[in-house]
């Protein structure tokens, strides 16, 4: 059977493109097609909106805020479009974007246009026809470890982007800016997370350095080559890209990383294939970057912790967009649930001291 890459859906209702203004802007600044534009979405990301564009025998992918969004430092299009112009130069994952647009009279808020690399996305159900040996799939955990230390490795000063952020202080000032959010985006029905907060906070290690990180390095932004399923072909989603500590970016992979040995319901929350037979397990992910990066990973549970925290705040954030009525996405409805269950694991490994 043929893998199954992945596939475009029908727009959803509410997120619908004014499809006459975009094709005008694409004629004036990509040049003529004697084709129509045609528009499809891709259904599975929770935070930007990703679209697939037709332009004749050409496709792109588009990227916009969520509609109602509320956090505009989350969804700055035209950060996100300066980063990979100058990143896809240096590392060759990185998609290559194409044009930004800030003209909200096109489709209501800014947006870009990037090239479209087609491959295989892995999520928490495998794509139909996708068979692994227990030996693939440790390789591919490998292959996304190494892929994160070589971004980790970029000169950043060569590559233009010694101002993409202020490396000095950033583990404290992330600890404080995720517990910010977490408060402007708190609900009624929203868990505790006063402790894991606080434990955070008087937990703090030193800045390890810095280097471009990612900010939410999981399988399901990363795109592998279905001819060869252990070799990252791509990353996605650099919304959260910036220049900080890349323990930090260790720790937000730890923070999706499922493993079966984890209590049932953190299993059940997973979004990523890591509990497979030959997955790394999450202490072994550590070794690994430790080895492949030369770096020493001296708080792993502080990591880890951080991790798990952030994930729930991404969660919450979404949800509340839901309870308050910016989306009509009917996914993000229980997503509460989730909230609670990374607590949960959280507050076990302030517990514990173990990942």
Same mark, same amino acid.
């Given at each position: 059977?043929?893998?199954?890459?992945?596939?475009?859906?029908?727009?959803?209702?509410?997120?619908?493109?004014?499809?006459?203004?975009?094709?005008?802007?694409?004629?004036?600044?990509?040049?003529? =097609?004697? /084709?129509?534009? %045609?528009?499809?979405?891709?259904?599975?990301?929770?935070?930007?909106?990703?679209?697939?564009?037709?332009?004749?025998?050409?496709?792109?992918?588009?990227?916009?805020?969520?509609?109602?969004?509320?956090?505009?430092?989350?969804? *700055?299009?035209?950060?996100?479009?300066?980063?990979?112009? @100058?990143?896809?130069?240096?590392?060759?994952?990185?998609?290559?974007?194409?044009?930004?647009?800030? *003209?909200?009279?096109?489709? &209501?808020?800014?947006?870009?246009?990037?090239?479209?690399?087609?491959?295989?996305?892995?999520? +928490?159900?495998?794509?139909?026809?996708?068979?692994?040996?227990?030996?693939?799939?440790?390789?591919?955990?490998?292959?996304?470890?190494?892929?994160?230390?070589?971004?980790?490795?970029?000169?950043?000063?060569?590559?233009?982007?010694? /101002?993409?952020? +202020?490396?000095? &202080?950033?583990?404290?000032?992330?600890?404080?800016?995720?517990?910010?959010?977490? +408060?402007?985006?708190?609900?009624?029905?929203?868990?505790?997370?006063?402790?894991?907060?606080?434990?955070?906070?008087?937990?703090?290690?030193? *800045?390890?350095?810095?280097?471009?990180?990612?900010?939410?390095? @999981?399988? *399901?932004?990363?795109?592998?080559?279905? /001819?060869?399923?252990?070799?990252? %072909?791509?990353?996605?989603?650099?919304?959260?890209?910036?220049?900080? $500590?890349?323990?930090?970016?260790? &720790?937000? %992979?730890?923070?999706?990383?499922?493993?079966?040995? $984890?209590?049932?319901?953190?299993?059940?929350?997973?979004?990523?294939?890591?509990?497979?037979?030959?997955?790394? =397990?999450?202490?072994?992910?550590?070794?690994?970057?430790?080895?492949? =990066?030369?770096?020493?990973?001296?708080?792993?549970?502080?990591?880890?912790?951080?991790?798990?925290? @952030?994930?729930?705040?991404? #969660?919450?954030?979404?949800?509340?967009?839901?309870?308050?009525? @910016?989306?009509?996405?009917?996914?993000?409805?229980?997503?509460?649930?989730?909230? %609670?269950?990374?607590?949960?694991?959280?507050?076990?490994? #302030?517990?514990?001291? /173990?990942?």
């Amino acid at each position: 059977m043929q893998i199954e890459l992945d596939q475009t859906a029908p727009i959803r209702p509410g997120e619908e493109l004014n499809a006459s203004r975009l094709e005008a802007y694409l004629r004036e600044h990509l040049g003529e =097609s004697i /084709e129509p534009l %045609t528009i499809e979405q891709f259904p599975h990301g929770h935070s930007n909106l990703t679209y697939m564009l037709r332009w004749g025998p050409a496709q792109f992918v588009l990227r916009r805020p969520p509609f109602g969004n509320q956090v505009q430092t989350a969804h *700055d299009m035209s950060r996100e479009f300066r980063v990979l112009s @100058k990143l896809w130069t240096v590392f060759p994952a990185a998609p290559r974007p194409y044009l930004f647009c800030d *003209d909200d009279s096109v489709l &209501g808020a800014p947006f870009y246009v990037m090239e479209r690399r087609r491959g295989l996305i892995l999520r +928490k159900q495998l794509p139909r026809g996708l068979q692994l040996t227990s030996n693939t799939t440790r390789q591919m955990n490998e292959s996304l470890i190494k892929t994160m230390t070589q971004l980790h490795a970029v000169d950043y000063l060569s590559a233009g982007l010694a /101002e993409l952020g +202020k490396p000095d &202080g950033y583990v404290a000032r992330q600890v404080a800016g995720w517990t910010n959010r977490y +408060k402007n985006a708190q609900t009624n029905d929203a868990p505790g997370l006063e402790p894991v907060m606080q434990w955070l906070a008087d937990h703090l290690p030193s *800045d390890s350095g810095a280097a471009v990180i990612h900010n939410d390095f @999981k399988f *399901d932004n990363l795109v592998l080559d279905p /001819e060869d399923v252990t070799r990252v %072909t791509t990353v996605l989603d650099w919304e959260m890209a910036t220049l900080g $500590d890349p323990l930090m970016d260790l &720790g937000t %992979t730890l923070g999706y990383w499922v493993e079966p040995s $984890d209590p049932e319901p953190l299993q059940c929350a997973a979004v990523g294939p890591t509990m497979l037979p030959g997955s790394l =397990s999450r202490r072994a992910l550590v070794d690994s970057y430790e080895q492949l =990066s030369s770096r020493e990973v001296s708080s792993p549970a502080f990591y880890y912790c951080f991790g798990l925290f @952030k994930v729930a705040v991404i #969660i919450q954030q979404i949800y509340a967009r839901f309870v308050r009525g @910016k989306t009509r996405d009917t996914r993000f409805a229980h997503m509460n649930e989730v909230v %609670t269950v990374m607590t949960r694991q959280a507050e076990r490994v #302030i517990s514990t001291g /173990e990942i």
